[in-house]
């Protein structure tokens, strides 16, 4: 049996393979799934919050940035499949 491992990051609006022009999530997934892989396991990590940048922030523009959220690292999703 074998097993890959994918991880996707939000990018923009959507979800991309982590790597360097990396693909779309629901393309890549359709083309494992006709190559046979099936899903097995699946993990999210919605970020975190970077304190420091958010109050470096709000520091340089008096407070206005917090109007517009805290800054974020990225969303991701991992993926993991199998073939027999």
Excluded: C
């Amino acid at each position: 049996m074998n097993v890959k491992t994918f991880t996707y990051k939000r990018k923009g609006g959507g979800y991309y393979l982590d790597e360097m022009f990396g693909a779309e999530m629901d393309g890549h997934i359709q083309s494992l799934l006709s190559q046979g892989w099936e899903p097995m396991n699946s993990a999210s990590d919605a970020g975190h919050v970077r304190v420091g940048k958010t109050l470096g922030l709000a520091v340089l523009t008096g407070g206005l940035s917090l109007f517009f959220g805290a800054s974020r690292t990225a969303e991701k999703i991992t993926l993991t499949f199998r073939k027999a």
